[in-house]
């Protein structure tokens, strides 16, 4: 099964969700069009378990990114934030297109759930004078800004790419340190 979503992955990267058919990544993994159909019934079902693949594993990224930045800068987290989501990006080709592939909405919106959730808790622990409600906005926001420097970051030409990243990056941080600094003004 492991090959047959590797297989799948890279033919998602390289053509597209809609151009993939399950013969084509049969033939890639090297296995019969038998075979994928016993694990997978359908193109919605081999992306639904490559999300669930790339959920559990930015999972782990995130958990280990929560520890290592603690104590930094909401500036320095963010760059670190997105730097991850890059590099994740960069390790999984096929990402931004399993994103934006039609699946299972509710078994998908659980997952999102989880992630804003995930993120929420992150900004209230950084800032416990908002509330959960506010925290969950922030994430909200904070998860569609990223979304979309993945798809500019994916079209962009390699060399522009960097720049790309470093625009989000500020526009990111400002609207983070914005929403979880504490306000200054002493009548509120």
Known sequence: MAELLQAAASEFAEI???AATMKAIAERAGASIGAIYQYFPNKQA???ALRNQYVSTMEEHWIS???AT?????QERTQKFVDVMIG???EHPAYVTILNAPVDSKQDEKKRDHLRERLANVFHTRRPGISREQAYRVACVSLEIIKSMNTLYTAAKPQDRSEIVREYKLAL????ERRLTPSRRANG
Request: charged fraction near 20%; glycine fraction near 14%; proline fraction near 0%.
């Open 65 to 67: 990114l929560e520890r």
């Open 46 to 48: 081999v992306v639904g």
């Open 88 to 90: 994740f990006m960069e």
């Open 16 to 18: 597209g969700y809609d």
């Open 70 to 74: 603690a104590g930094l800068s909401i």
């Open 173 to 176: 941080a400002a609207y983070l």
